[in-house]
């Protein structure tokens, strides 16, 4: 009987720890997601300044080239963040119902 007692409660506790993580997992995700929308944002206005600099003859397209490929490193870094937030919402789903 003691060790039935004893296995239920580490069993509770188990799952308390998975609702935990999953739960912290979901604020880390939310955390990545406030670092990834700006830097976004700020490898476009660069790639859309070197852009407008080359237009004009201001910067060479060994200047320009780096810029626009930051913009999509800097939108898969974004689209991570947000699948890693959908993926901890849908765990913690899973745990929280069991």
Not at 9 to 17: E, G, H, K, N, R
Not at 23 to 28: A, D, G, K, R, T
Not at 29 to 56: I, M, N, W
């Amino acid at each position: 009987m003691d060790i039935a007692r004893l296995e239920e409660a580490s069993t509770v506790q188990d799952l308390i720890l998975e609702v935990k993580i999953a739960y912290f997992n979901i604020l880390q995700g939310r955390q990545d997601l406030t670092v990834a929308r700006p830097v976004r944002r700020k490898a476009e206005a660069h790639r859309d300044a070197a852009q407008d600099f080359y237009d004009v003859g201001l910067i060479p397209r060994n200047d320009l080239l780096p810029r626009r490929l930051n913009w999509p490193m800097a939108g898969s870094f974004l689209l991570r963040a947000e699948n890693d937030v959908e993926l901890a919402r849908s765990r913690f789903n899973t745990v929280f119902a069991a």
